[in-house]
Each structure stands twice: as C-alpha cells, then as structure tokens.
C-alpha cells in the first residue's frame, strides 16, 4: 500500500524498542549517561588523513526495486521491465527509472552498486545482515526483531564515544528491527528522535527545555539542587558516594541540555525556510535535514528509517506517489547540501533496504522478496562521484559483474569510517567475535 509503513510480516516500524534520551529502556536521562560511561570505548577512529567520517545511513524498510529505481532493464520483456521508462542522469550514459528524478539530476555526485548479492529472502533475516554485515546464525522470520551481532551505529559508538556531550549515534524515528548494540551493551544503543519533525512547534523530547523554563531558571535550580546535595556530602567520606556517582551522570545530561551546539542541532526552527523546502515539507525529509544537522555538529551516526517498501501489490502506482517522491527528493537534496557547505568529503552518506525485489512482476502488480540483486547508493567520504559499481545481468536476475555480499560492503563501511573492520570483538563472556568476517573492501569505493 502507498504509504505503508508496514512489511508483509505486519510489523510496524514503530513496534520496537523507543530507545532515546529519557526512554533507554524506561531509564531517564542520568541514567543513559551512566550507560555510555559505564564500559571503557576503543580509542576514537579517523578516516585516512586524520579527519572524522560521519554517517547518515537511510534505511528503506521492506526492500526496494532495483528495476524502478537504480537498475532498470528498458529492454527486457514487459513482465520484468514494467511500466516505468528509463531517463538520463546527469552522468552521460547512467540511466535510472522515471520514478527518481531528482536522484537522476544528483547522480554525479554519488556512487551506486548495482551487484551486492545475498541468499536471506525474509524481512528479519535480510535486514540483520545488511544493518550489521554479519548473516543470521540461524534462520530468521519475517517479523522478528533480531540482533545477533552489534549493528554499524553501535559498533560505532562503542569505537568513538560521545563527542562534546552529543550521542554518538542517533535513530529516527524509530529504532530498525537489527539497529541494536547485541552484547556491546545498551550504553551503545541508539538515542531515538520520534514524533513529527514537519510540525509546528516540534521539539526532541527530553533534549530542549520545556517552553515555560528558561536557561536561566533552569541553571537556578540546579544550583538550588548543588546547595542541597552538598549538605550530604559535607559528612560522607566515602571515596565512591553512590550520590556523587549519580549526580556526574546528572550533570552531563544538563550539560546536555544546555548545551548551545545541542540545542542548535536540535531546532529545525533555526534552519532557513529555504532549505526546508527544497528538503520538502514531509516528515521524513525533515528527518534528513536533522540528520545533517546532527553530523554537522559532530553526531558519528544518524539513521533516517524510512518503511514501507515491501510492494507485493500495486508497486507500480505506489512509486508513483508522494512516498517515493519524497525519498527521492530529500535524498537529493541532503546530498547537494552536504555537498554545497563542504561536507560531503567528511559525511558518508549510505541508501538502502534489505534485499531487491523479483525479476517478474506478480498477478497483483508488484514484486516479491528478491536478495539475489539489489542497489546501494553511497556518496561522500571519498566515495566516488557518477559512479556505477557492478552490474546485473540482462534481465536484472542475479548480480552478474563484480559481485559483493553484504560482508563487503560492511567491510568498506567500516574502512570509510576508520575502523578496522578485521578486529575480533569479544562478549562479556570473554567469546571472540569477528566484526566482518572475510569480507573485501569493494575497491572502486576506494578509487576516488
């Protein structure tokens, strides 16, 4: 159904876990900085030349078509090909579907690979190998909710840690079904943004101060609490205070809060009315612009999750409405401003779902479960620009030229972020974990 944004296991985007600053797990905000803190993190990572990589990774719930976006087959029959034309992008020769204009007219700045290849044809499954780069131990419904390995934002916030007091991994406005921390710990789960960006009035819950207290109020009352604790603490000689250990914890979520570069990130209210539009006025562009916000201020990782892609029916008036307009309008316009304010070079930018969808259309008009040939688009961090990398072959069947599975594209992930995506995690039960294993960097990433 246009729209959905459910899967055909009828699993909401929404039913997970609400995961973020004052609803860690029904825990407040002391207590996430209590979590982010209570395990030691790996020295922070640089990208080649010193600099930091952050990344927006759009994740497009269900699975999208590769032939009505990024891999059409204008000369195959009729029940594969379907009703969308072809149309030129602004790369001489690179021909996407009608159905992503905008992303046809970006197409120079950014890579797509058309030749990553799997064999886990359900939701759960598919979506934990390509949120984590590691498959499934066992098989894996369509609806289930699973993290058998630490997924890319929490391995990435368990390697950099905060970042000036900002969480060092976001979700929007949900939390994906394998988007969690596994035994990395909950101090490395995602800090989840819900509610609706495109309204007036919208605030992150939890993050900005409520309308009726001012900074000044609220720096009063935290005195008034100061003045109050330290009576405690005038006859408490022990070295590990349990008052002390929480009030640190508290301190570092009002610093939060306070914080002038939070706050900023944080207001989509400052952004420009200009830039807004050219996003367009939906929830999940708004969500895109936030995410720029948020790398640009140092956030490691953003996810946008964006469901509704698994058409069994009617896909093809679905790709025809505001749904996808939508994704292909704010994905262009994110790139193009990460690109106009000299951040694309230090933002890797990351589209994709679980799997693609199947070579012939069905009795209902859409297309099934299909792992064996999808698209990935990815721009910024060196990656390079008007490329195509890979190829199915001619009727859009398997991946046919420079074939990649999901642990290499983990694998070049990890490496544009500047972790070492060869090193062995270990459990708290002391277990070694491969963080990919035997995976390859795709090298035309590397060839910018």
């Keep these: 159904m246009p729209g959905s944004t459910h899967n055909c296991a009828g699993v909401p985007r929404r039913d997970f876990l609400q995961l973020g600053l ?65 149309i030129p992008t602004a790369v001489p020769g690179t021909r996407f579907s009608e159905a992503v204009p905008e992303l046809a007219k970006t197409a120079d700045k950014f890579t797509v690979i058309r030749s990553v290849s799997h064999k886990d044809p359900n939701h759960g499954g598919g979506n934990h190998y390509l949120m984590t780069g590691a498959p499934t131990p066992v098989p894996v419904a369509c609806g289930a909710f699973v993290t058998f390995h630490p997924s890319f934002g929490s391995v990435v916030s368990w390697t950099r840690g905060q970042r000036e007091g900002l969480p060092p991994y976001v979700s929007m406005p949900s939390v994906t079904r394998s988007g969690g921390p596994n035994f990395l710990g909950g101090q490395h789960a995602p800090f989840v943004i819900d509610g609706s960006p495109n309204s007036t009035g919208f605030r992150v819950r939890d993050v900005v101060l409520p309308a009726e207290i001012s900074e000044s109020r609220a720096g009063t009352r935290r005195e008034l609490r100061a003045a109050l604790d330290g009576m405690k603490r005038y006859t408490d000689r022990l070295a590990e205070d349990p008052a002390v250990t929480f009030d640190q914890y508290l301190q570092q979520g009002v610093d939060l809060v306070l914080s002038p570069k939070a706050q900023a990130a944080f207001d989509l209210a400052r952004e420009e009315d200009k830039v807004r539009e ?96 999808m698209s990935i688009l990815m721009a910024g961090a060196g990656c390079p620009r008007g490329g195509i990398i890979g190829a199915t072959d001619a009727k859009g069947y398997a991946a046919a030229e420079n074939v990649y599975r999901p642990e290499d594209f983990a694998a070049s992930l990890y490496t544009k972020m500047g972790i070492d995506p060869n090193q062995v995690l270990h459990t708290n039960t002391g277990r070694p974990v491969q963080l990919v294993n035997n995976g390859r960097r795709i090298r035309e990433l590397f060839a910018a």
């Design 278 to 373: 050219a996003y367009g006025r939906n929830d999940f562009a708004q969500r895109l612009l936030m995410a720029r916000r948020l790398v640009e201020v140092g956030v490691s990782w953003v996810t946008v999750n964006y469901g509704g892609w698994d058409h069994h029916t009617k896909l093809f008036d679905a790709y025809k409405g505001d749904h996808v307009k939508n994704m292909d309008r704010g994905v262009a316009a994110l790139i193009r401003d990460l690109d106009e304010r000299g951040l694309l070079d230090s933002t890797l930018v990351v589209l994709l779902g679980e799997f693609g969808r199947t070579p012939k259309v069905n009795k209902d008009a859409g297309r099934d479960h299909w792992p064996h040939a």
């Design 22 to 86: 004052g609803g860690v797990l029904g825990w407040g905000l002391a207590d996430l900085m209590r979590l982010q803190a209570a395990k030691p993190t790996a020295s922070a990572a640089t990208a080649p030349g010193g600099k930091p990589v952050n990344c927006i990774l759009i994740w497009l719930d269900g699975g999208p078509s590769h032939y009505e976006t990024f891999d059409p087959k204008p000369d195959a029959p009729s029940e594969i090909r379907g009703s969308f034309q072809t």
